[in-house]
RNA sequence: GGAGAGGUGGCUGAGUGGUCGAAAGCGAACGAUUCGAAAUCGUUUAAUAGGGAACUAUUCGUGGGUUCGAAUCCCACCCUCUCCGCCA
């Protein structure tokens, strides 16, 4: 969330910054209601200090008295109703305008970062690094290929279950998902980060606080008879974990890593990535997340992104980073890195982890602070996927794929997994 | 799901219509004392908005209502706890 102030005040700073994301924001609506809103609030807090005043002295004739039905007194309360009544008028406003003042400002998305690339979408996006040496030998067999040679999932039985766009993992599949999610636990955790096993249905304060309400509500489940919806990533749940608290500095930065599984509804994705672990209703993914010091975010910024890479080396997959351009910013990040891994049967980079620094933008909407000089103040919060597990598995199919058929396990994982390679059974 | 209890400041906890934003205690901060510390004494110590200060308003689970005046009375909702039932 934007701050108020900073939209009453200075709109047009506002507008070019928002700007940048390459689209227009109608920024003086939201202006002007503000400034509104303003106004009534002075006048409803004079209101109330005359009011306020008058009850008083009515209270001090009473004690004084002890009548509490004199020509006088009445009088005075005639003019307390009257001002009764006048309050409520304008309190009814401040209602009105609050509601849609704060609708509008949750829907504005974050300032990007000045040191994110500018750009439109996607093709603006700027390669910072690759790593690995990228498989382009013809003939690589696709990930969903291999997979249902070697009976690790079954799509279509997945259907009659529920619908398309989900799996079910079966024998070493399902082995070598819970492999991924120990091993890359373990070594977050090993790392310094401590683990979170947060709830899968959030409500919807918690979706709110993290950016997803009130504008992207086509994209999570919710269930209907509950203000719940099933959690899109465990940044919603990571963030709601300190709503409404102020964190003493000593305790930063706060680095947690959670598994969870996601719900996403994929609205408008008809048709793309239709085959495969790559795009479902319903995956598994290892979440970083960091609660810093505001001053300190930027370095934060590169550490999550470092922490998320050091799986990727430890699982020898080829990959590279990538400076996400202003146009393409998620809607709540300032500055992004994605994390791409190479798919030899596609030939091309896909997204696998996103690491964003959010700045104060998810504290705000959430209320999370620290004292800085005694000065409360939002802190910074970033979040980074370290790593998704199906994607990881798709690329760790297609990556190790062999002539026999059958899949090398990464060296790092063969503990969890349990064997070197990945045959039929 | 049934029955009951309860939600007050960082925490514990008092407060049932009038200087109550709220006693007391704990904790914390600062100062005095000390070579230093503990103990002791003193002072300070909620948030948000109004550009700092002064000051003002709001906030005692949330939203309404009654009243000149609500932490306190009324209504609705949410949440927590205990007991019973059911359940992995």
């Known amino acids: 969330m934007l ?11 506002v507008k070019e910054n928002l700007s940048l994301r390459g689209k227009d924001y109608n920024i003086s609506h939201i202006q002007e209601l503000a400034v509104k809103k303003k106004e009534i609030d002075i006048e409803v807090s004079n209101l109330q200090y005359e009011s306020k005043k008058l009850s008083k002295l009515i209270g001090q004739e009473i004690n004084k008295s ?34 849609e003042i704060n609708n509008e400002i949750l829907s504005l998305p974050n300032f990007p970062s000045k040191d994110a690339p500018i750009g439109k979408d996607e093709s603006n996006n700027v390669q910072v690094k690759t790593w690995g040496e990228p498989l382009k030998e013809e003939s ?56 979170l096993m947060p709830p899968a249905l959030v409500n919807s304060e918690s979706l709110t606080g993290s950016g997803q309400l009130p504008k992207f509500s086509n994209e999570s489940f919710k269930c209907s008879n509950d203000d719940l919806w099933l959690s899109p990533t465990a940044e919603v749940p990571l963030t709601a974990f300190h709503r409404n608290e102020i964190i003493d500095k000593s305790q930063l930065p706060i680095k947690y890593v959670a598994y969870s599984p996601c719900f996403r509804r994929e609205a408008g994705s008809y048709g793309r990535d239709t085959k495969g672990l790559i795009r479902l209703h319903q995956f598994n993914k290892v979440e970083l997340y960091w609660f810093c010091d505001p001053r300190e975010s930027l370095e934060a910024h590169q550490k999550i992104t470092a922490d998320a ?30 994390l791409e891994v190479w798919l030899p049967s596609s030939k091309c980079y896909r997204e696998i982890s996103s690491c964003s620094n959010c700045l104060d933008f998810q504290a705000r909407r959430s209320s999370i602070r620290t004292k800085i000089d005694k000065k409360n103040t939002y802190l910074h919060t970033l979040n980074g996927s ?35 390679y990945l045959k039929l059974a």
């Open 3 to 13: 701050d108020q102030k900073l939209i009453r005040e200075n709109p047009t700073f």
């Open 66 to 99: 002890k009548n509490n039905n004199s020509l006088q007194l009445n009088n005075l309360k005639k003019k307390g109703n009257e001002y009764r009544i006048k309050i409520s008028e304008f309190e009814e406003k401040q209602r009105i305008f609050d509601k």
């Open 140 to 195: 690589l067999k696709s990930h969903w290929e291999i997979g249902e040679s070697l009976n690790l999932f079954d799509f279509t039985k997945s259907t009659k279950i529920s619908k398309s766009r989900f799996i079910t993992l079966i024998g070493n599949g399902a082995r070598l998902e819970r492999a991924l999610i120990n091993f890359m636990l373990d070594m977050h955790i090993k790392n310094g980060y401590l683990e």
């Open 309 to 338: 890479e050091s799986i990727l080396k430890k699982l020898n997959l080829p990959y590279r980073l990538v400076d996400i351009c202003t146009g393409d910013l998620g809607f709540s990040s300032s500055r992004t890195f994605d």
């Open 386 to 420: 370290g790593l998704a597990i199906g994607r990881t598995m798709a690329a760790i199919l297609e990556n190790g794929q062999q002539n026999d058929g059958s899949v090398k396990i990464p060296e790092a994982l063969v503990p969890y997994f349990g064997s070197n």
